[in-house]
């Protein structure tokens, strides 16, 4: 059974850093295109940033140059480091997995993931 479990929300102010971490237990990291998604209260889940097993990358327009998306094969765990946090980071934040040896297209669409973590809030105050 693959779980998921992210961790590392917080709260910042503007111009600051966080760092996510997702931890996927229950199977090889290395087997899986995994995605951070985010989602705000009464709005559709969005795609942050996606890691793919070759080591492509994919970012949203709206965090690309600020936030960096890598995993840790040898940890089992996948990180999201946030630079130069906006207040419209502010949000749920999802690790989500794909048993695929590479990321679909489109990477951001939610149904393409069958595995979830239960999120981790990030607020970002001005």
């Known amino acids: 059974q693959v779980q998921l479990v992210e961790s590392g929300g917080s709260s910042a102010q503007a111009g600051g850093s966080l760092k996510l971490s997702c931890a996927l237990s229950?199977?090889?990291?290395?087997?899986?295109?995994l995605v951070w998604f985010r989602q705000t209260p009464g709005k559709e889940r969005e795609g942050v940033a996606g890691?793919?097993?070759?080591?492509?990358?994919y970012y949203a327009p709206s965090v690309k140059g600020r936030f960096t998306i890598s995993r840790d094969n040898a940890k089992n765990t996948l990180t999201l480091q946030m630079n130069s946090l906006k207040p419209n980071d502010t949000a749920m934040y999802y690790c989500?997995?794909?048993?695929?040896?590479?990321?679909?297209?489109?990477?951001?669409?939610?149904?393409?993931?069958?595995?979830w973590g239960q999120g981790t809030q990030v607020t970002v105050s001005s």
């Open positions: 890691n793919g097993p070759a080591g492509d990358e």
């Open positions: 989500a997995a794909r048993d695929s040896w590479s990321c679909p297209y489109p990477w951001t669409m939610e149904s393409n993931y069958d595995h």
């Open positions: 229950g199977s090889p990291i290395n087997e899986y295109c």
